[in-house]
């Protein structure tokens, strides 16, 4: 009886230690705990016309709300969510709550695209096409309007599959584009190969675009490429008026940036939206909304 009762205490000590401790929760826990309470969120950052400044479409970042009120930014949760296999749980989760959100505007706007970063390893896991096309059916967003962005950061692991996987999904209308290009080991087998339809170009040279010539060869040199391959160019990280002008002057058409706006909540981006559509059509740019 006294073992027990020494039990009994030694564990009600523990346990008054380890709160005392402030032990931390695991962390894989706690990613479930927050997909399961929704607690990420899928903010959306504008792409836009470099010439016009019309808003061609809008990019998925992933954002995590604590409960709490504070923000947390993807780089410290996205590797975690990717090794612990909760990245696949957590896309589907944020791009059927943007899509749910904006389907009024971009049945509205047929031209507007809404990307969304897929990793390399989801896209090449068993059952990602038909996923895809099951979450993007069960809104009325039309698969043309749909883009996966696929970072070039990693190496595509397999780039056979991937390019079958890219021309199955080219079959449905989904478009590919290729992230971050330039700073990734993927090299040019990569552009040449994949089927990406669209080429981003990384922040690393738009910073660099207004001081250093060689990032102007740079760029003039992807974008020649591109129009070869039949892609289109879009220039990350935009903060100045200067790099606009400077990547016009490359031949890139469009891009995103701090510049016009930085990634917002859903209901900023609608708003953010209204704004941009009421001045345009004030400016006689567009036509009425069909009613
Ligand atoms: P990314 O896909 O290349 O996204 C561009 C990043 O640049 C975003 O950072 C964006 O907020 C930031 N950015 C855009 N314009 C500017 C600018 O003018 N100035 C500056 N300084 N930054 C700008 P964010 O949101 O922190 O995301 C970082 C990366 O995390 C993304 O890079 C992407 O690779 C990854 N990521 C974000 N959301 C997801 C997701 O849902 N799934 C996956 N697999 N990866 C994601
Ligand atoms: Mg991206
Ligand atoms: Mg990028
Ligand atoms: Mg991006």
């Given at each position: 009886?006294?073992?027990?009762?020494?039990?009994?205490?030694?564990?009600?000590?523990?346990?008054?230690?380890?709160?005392?401790?402030?032990?931390?929760?695991?962390?894989?826990?706690?990613?479930?705990?927050?997909?399961?309470?929704?607690?990420?969120?899928?903010?959306?950052?504008?792409?836009?016309?470099?010439?016009?400044?019309?808003?061609?479409g809008?990019?998925?970042?992933?954002?995590?709300?604590?409960?709490?009120?504070?923000?947390?930014?993807?780089?410290?949760?996205?590797?975690?969510?990717?090794?612990?296999?909760?990245?696949?749980?957590?896309?589907?989760?944020?791009?059927?709550?943007?899509?749910?959100?904006?389907?009024?505007?971009?049945?509205?706007?047929?031209?507007?695209?809404?990307?969304?970063?897929?990793?390399?390893?989801h896209l090449?896991?068993?059952?990602?096409?038909?996923?895809?096309?099951?979450?993007?059916?069960?809104?009325?967003?039309?698969?043309?309007?749909?883009?996966?962005?696929?970072?070039?950061?990693?190496?595509?692991?397999?780039?056979?599959?991937?390019?079958?996987?890219?021309?199955?999904?080219?079959?449905?209308?989904?478009r590919?584009?290729?992230?971050?290009?330039?700073?990734?080991?993927?090299?040019?087998?990569?552009?040449?190969r994949?089927?990406?339809?669209?080429?981003?170009?990384?922040?690393?040279?738009?910073?660099?675009?207004?001081?250093?010539?060689?990032?102007?060869?740079?760029?003039?040199?992807?974008?020649?490429?591109?129009?070869?391959?039949?892609?289109?160019?879009?220039?990350?990280?935009?903060?100045?008026?200067?790099?606009?002008?400077?990547?016009?002057?490359?031949?890139?058409?469009?891009?995103?940036?701090?510049?016009?706006?930085p990634?917002?909540?859903?209901?900023?981006?609608?708003?953010?939206?209204?704004?941009?559509?009421?001045?345009?059509?004030?400016?006689?740019?567009?036509?009425?909304?069909?009613?």
């Amino acid at each position: 009886l006294t073992m027990l009762a020494a039990g009994v205490l030694g564990g009600v000590f523990g346990l008054l230690l380890a709160s005392y401790l402030n032990r931390p929760v695991d962390p894989v826990a706690e990613l479930d705990r927050a997909l399961a309470a929704h607690e990420f969120k899928p903010y959306v950052q504008p792409t836009f016309r470099l010439k016009t400044g019309d808003i061609i479409g809008g990019e998925i970042l992933a954002r995590w709300e604590k409960p709490d009120g504070r923000l947390i930014p993807p780089m410290s949760f996205i590797p975690l969510a990717e090794s612990s296999g909760r990245i696949e749980k957590l896309t589907w989760q944020i791009l059927k709550s943007a899509l749910r959100e904006l389907q009024p505007e971009m049945r509205q706007d047929k031209l507007f695209k809404l990307s969304v970063n897929i990793t390399p390893r989801h896209l090449l896991g068993d059952g990602f096409v038909d996923d895809l096309r099951k979450v993007v059916a069960s809104s009325s967003v039309s698969t043309r309007q749909v883009v996966l962005e696929v970072t070039e950061r990693e190496e595509l692991a397999d780039l056979n599959k991937a390019t079958d996987v890219v021309k199955e999904l080219g079959e449905f209308g989904f478009r590919i584009a290729l992230d971050d290009v330039g700073i990734g080991h993927s090299g040019l087998s990569t552009i040449q190969r994949l089927g990406a339809r669209i080429l981003k170009i990384d922040k690393f040279f738009v910073d660099a675009i207004t001081r250093d010539q060689s990032a102007v060869v740079v760029v003039q040199m992807l974008v020649a490429l591109a129009r070869e391959l039949d892609m289109s160019v879009v220039a990350e990280g935009i903060e100045q008026q200067e790099q606009v002008d400077a990547l016009i002057a490359c031949g890139v058409e469009e891009g995103q940036g701090y510049l016009v706006s930085p990634p917002l909540s859903l209901d900023r981006f609608k708003q953010f939206l209204d704004v941009h559509n009421a001045s345009a059509a004030a400016e006689g740019r567009i036509s009425k909304p069909e009613l």
